[in-house]
Nanobody, 119 residues
Framework: QVQLVESGGGLVQAGGSLRLSCAAS????????MGWYRQAPGKQRELVAG???????NYADSVKGRFTISRDNAKNTVYLQMNSLKPEDTAVYYC?????????????WGQGTQVTVSS
């Protein structure tokens, strides 16, 4: 079982920055892709950014140019640097990690961290 613990959320004014971290621990086999999702009240959970074990990243159009995802494979940790935050970025942010043994993978989720951007 893999546990994911997020940190770094909080309240920030529009235009500000936050950095989220998510550390994986437990019975890790091999962490493959990692990512950040978010869910605003009344909306579906959506992908914010993802990153492969090799460092290739992809982003939702709404955050391109403002958010940067990175990871430290030695620490099994993924980060999300969020700049130029907007009120519409307000949501609970969840990280996930794909833990694989060969072609068998299990997706694990963190408990979420609240990000609130005030106007």
């Amino acid at each position: 079982q893999v546990q994911l613990v997020e940190s770094g959320g909080g309240l920030v004014q529009a235009g500000g920055s936050l950095r989220l971290s998510c550390a994986a621990s437990g019975s890790i086999l091999s962490i493959n892709a990692m990512g950040w999702y978010r869910q605003a009240p009344g909306k579906q959970r959506e992908l914010v950014a993802g990153i492969t074990s090799g460092g290739s990243a992809n982003y939702a159009d709404s955050v391109k140019g403002r958010f940067t995802i990175s990871r430290d494979n030695a620490k099994n940790t993924v980060y999300l640097q969020m700049n130029s935050l907007k009120p519409e970025d307000t949501a609970v942010y969840y990280c996930n990690a794909e833990d694989c043994s060969g072609y068998a993978c299990q997706v694990n989720w963190g408990q979420g961290t609240q990000v609130t951007v005030s106007s």
